[in-house]
């Protein structure tokens, strides 16, 4: 065929009538490409995917497609989530101070007081964290009398003091765990430098286990702040209750279930996410031998 030769037309020659396009090969990088692909990455693409895909297999028509539904209502369920997560900082925040006194309490050298923290540290690691909510949510009134003022107590508060049960058992055992890893030696060089056992423990001992306690108390945080929606089943207005809400509102339609719920799977993937590889970088980094 006139026109086709075996080396490639010049570019100038391309528009030619009669001549046919050539495409010219391509150089591949050696190198690679330049972005590479994690594992992660392809669980981000499937979370994206099970809030996007129904969106585009159900919209049309006049009602409103799940993608304009989840925009829609995405401050709202936001708001729901940023309570999630203060619910986890403020329970955090409690079971750190009382689980750090019961984790020295479990060390005192008095056997009564040793062996009463190591039963309340027991009793509340090993009983379900559900059932501890509904305990708390139950038994404890709805306002209390102070000096003559009733102060009322909501039942976030109520959830908030029933999450802060697990994580003090859970940080006593950290705490003690982390101060018996600290070798007896430098017990040994306190004792014979005439320091008391406060001054070793508070001086001395836990200083150095700062280190040794920082990555478990990052999982249990991180633990937390994904059970923080069980407070829905006892009526505490967080992410997972406003979502049932919206998916109500919205006249309970069955295409709307994925992209809600998996908004909110993606919000909570966000955030503990980037806890638990962090929590990985400082186990690596403060490794003890």
């Not at 409103?64 to 900082?89: C, D, H, M, Y």
């Not at 959830?159 to 600290?182: C, D, H």
Request: proline fraction near 7%; glycine fraction near 8%; charged fraction near 15%.
């Amino acid at each position: 065929m006139s026109g086709l030769h075996e080396d490639a037309l010049p570019a100038r020659d391309a528009g030619r009538p009669g001549d046919l396009a050539v495409l010219l090969p391509f150089a591949l990088s050696r190198n690679g490409p330049a972005v590479r692909l994690r594992p992660v990455h392809g669980w981000l693409l499937c979370g994206l995917a099970a809030v996007v895909l129904p969106a585009w297999a159900q919209g049309g028509g006049a009602v409103s497609s799940p993608l304009e539904v989840v925009i829609r209502w995405a401050p709202l369920l936001l708001t729901g989530f940023a309570f999630n997560v203060a619910i986890s900082l403020m329970a955090m925040l409690l079971g750190t101070v009382a689980g750090t006194g019961l984790g020295i309490a479990m060390l005192a050298e008095g056997r009564i007081l040793s062996r009463a923290a190591w039963t309340v540290t027991q009793v509340f690691r090993n009983v379900p964290w559900l059932v501890l909510l509904f305990f708390v949510m139950f038994l404890v009134p709805f306002q209390v009398t102070v000096f003559g003022m009733r102060v009322p107590l909501p039942d976030w508060i109520k959830a908030t003091f029933g999450f802060s049960l697990p994580v003090m058992a859970n940080v006593a055992e950290i705490v003690r765990g982390a101060v018996r890893s600290v070798p007896t030696t430098q017990w040994e060089a306190a004792e014979s430098l005439a320091f008391t056992r406060r001054q070793i423990l508070w001086r001395i001992i836990l200083p150095q286990c700062a280190k040794r306690m920082l990555p478990p108390w990052m999982n249990v945080y991180a633990l937390i702040a994904m059970a923080t929606v069980q407070a829905s089943i006892v009526g505490v207005t967080e992410m997972l209750t406003l979502t049932a809400q919206v998916h109500a509102a919205e006249g309970g339609r069955p295409e709307l279930f994925a992209p809600l719920y998996g908004f909110a799977l993606l919000c909570f993937f966000l955030y503990c996410y980037p806890i638990d590889r962090l929590t990985a970088r400082l186990e690596r980094r403060f490794e003890t031998r």
